[in-house]
């Protein structure tokens, strides 16, 4: 803290933020408050600034009960904070925990929050924290036709930079909107590698308990675009998955109602697919440094109704149209993860030069 402490001392702060934006045990916001730093207001992403909303869901602005902060929501239709927003604030500092895939929404926050702060003026000050999913970077890079908040970038769906490492990408790549360059501030982590395996201290979101689903989650979110349930609604999301109409000798699950899954798929139906879970670290190994195609190739082959497993969502998650169709074709993972190399190769040029810690 003692290298961007200095940099607050007098100013007006504002923050975007989340329940991983920790301290040791205690919230950052917590943090500087006790410290005497003039916090005005908090920026919430998606899941909200104590991170328990269900995926997805618009979540209002509030006022905090800890420290009566005024809380701005950035997720909905008011994903940039405004002139308004921002004209009582000195300093903007980003400090959430992401899992280093291109359809969590935490980057294109980062985004908005940076193009707001170049647009007012503001310094923004990032606190780097580890991609736990940083040691690989895989997947189809995405079709600028098919931008969204689940992917605004051609990066592809597993792109192997921390938080900080990125938003120098959109800085120096002129990936803002309107060519906006941002007055940036990098507080490095230290002793980390992207061959690091980072234990999260506390879950993300609410359906990434643990590390296990956090490793899987870049192959499974491609679900959030099927017929497919991911295990919403049960004690391990992100680490099953399965449909009522699989066959019926498989393993089931029955999702429901919880904290962060308030309407899961196929709610009080029982599921017959897959357990992924496990051992975190055997479920990282096994992953073989890859986005793994085969669960998605294996559910699609076992549903009866393929004319309707794939819903309008899995190109906007997938990036482009292509990959729908190579499924329904029939191609092999390899022959798909074949057609992704140029794209890759293409990305992974770009993304040496923001490199800020060692492959």
Same mark, same amino acid.
């Given at each position: 803290m003692k290298v961007y402490l200095p940099l607050l001392k007098g100013k007006r702060v504002a923050l975007l933020v989340n329940q991983t934006s920790l301290v040791g045990h205690i919230n950052l916001v917590d943090t500087l408050v006790?410290?005497?730093?003039?916090? %005005?207001?908090?920026? +919430?992403?998606?899941?909200?600034?104590?991170?328990?909303?269900? $995926?997805?869901?618009?979540?209002?602005? +509030?006022?905090?009960?800890?420290?009566?902060?005024?809380?701005?929501?950035?997720?909905?239709?008011?994903?940039?904070?405004?002139? &308004?927003?921002?004209?009582?604030?000195?300093?903007?500092?980003?400090?959430?925990?992401?899992?280093?895939?291109?359809?969590?929404?935490?980057?294109?926050?980062? #985004?908005?929050?940076?193009? $707001? &702060?170049?647009?007012?003026? =503001?310094?923004?000050?990032?606190?780097?924290?580890p991609d736990p999913n940083g040691f690989y970077v895989d997947g189809p890079v995405l079709d600028t036709f098919y931008r969204s908040f689940v992917g605004l970038q051609p990066i592809?769906? %597993?792109?192997?930079?921390t938080a900080g490492e990125y938003a120098e990408m959109l800085n120096g790549e002129h990936w803002l909107s309107d060519g906006l360059h941002c007055n940036l501030k990098v507080i490095r982590c230290l002793n980390?590698?992207?061959? +690091?395996?980072?234990?999260?201290?506390?879950?993300?979101?609410?359906?990434?308990?643990?590390m296990g689903a956090v490793y899987l989650y870049p192959s499974l979110c491609l679900f959030e675009g099927t017929?497919? +349930?991911?295990?919403?609604?049960?004690? =391990?999301p992100f680490q099953v998955f399965g449909n009522p109409d699989f066959p019926h000798q498989l393993f089931h699950f029955v999702p429901q109602r919880m904290p962060g899954a308030i309407h899961p798929p196929f709610?009080?139906?029982?599921?017959?697919?897959?357990?992924?879970?496990?051992?975190?670290?055997?479920?990282? =190994?096994?992953?073989?440094?890859?986005? #793994?195609?085969?669960?998605?190739?294996? &559910?699609?082959?076992?549903?009866?109704? =393929? &004319?309707?497993?794939?819903?309008?969502?899995?190109?906007?998650?997938a990036g482009n149209d292509e990959l729908k169709a190579e499924i329904q074709a029939g191609w092999s993972p390899e022959k798909i993860r074949e057609s992704w190399q140029p794209g890759l190769a293409k990305f992974s040029r770009i993304r040496a030069k923001y490199l800020l810690y060692p492959l």
């Open positions: 006790r410290l005497h730093i003039h916090i %005005v207001k908090i920026f +919430s992403p998606e899941h909200g600034f104590r991170g328990m909303a269900d $995926a997805g869901e618009t979540v209002g602005n +509030s006022i905090d009960r800890r420290t009566g902060i005024p809380v701005i929501s950035l997720y909905g239709t008011h994903t940039r904070p405004s002139r &308004a927003d921002l004209k009582d604030v000195d300093v903007m500092i980003y400090d959430i925990q992401d899992v280093g895939t291109r359809f969590y929404t935490y980057i294109s926050s980062l #985004q908005r929050f940076m193009e $707001a &702060a170049a647009l007012n003026h =503001k310094l923004l000050i990032i606190l780097d924290r592809p769906s %597993v792109y192997g930079m980390y590698t992207h061959r +690091s395996i980072y234990q999260l201290p506390v879950r993300p979101s609410p359906n990434l308990p643990d017929t497919v +349930s991911v295990g919403r609604g049960t004690e =391990k709610l009080h139906d029982t599921c017959y697919g897959f357990d992924l879970s496990g051992n975190a670290e055997r479920i990282r =190994k096994n992953l073989h440094g890859i986005l #793994q195609l085969k669960w998605l190739i294996t &559910a699609y082959r076992l549903c009866p109704d =393929k &004319a309707r497993f794939f819903t309008g969502y899995f190109n906007k998650l």
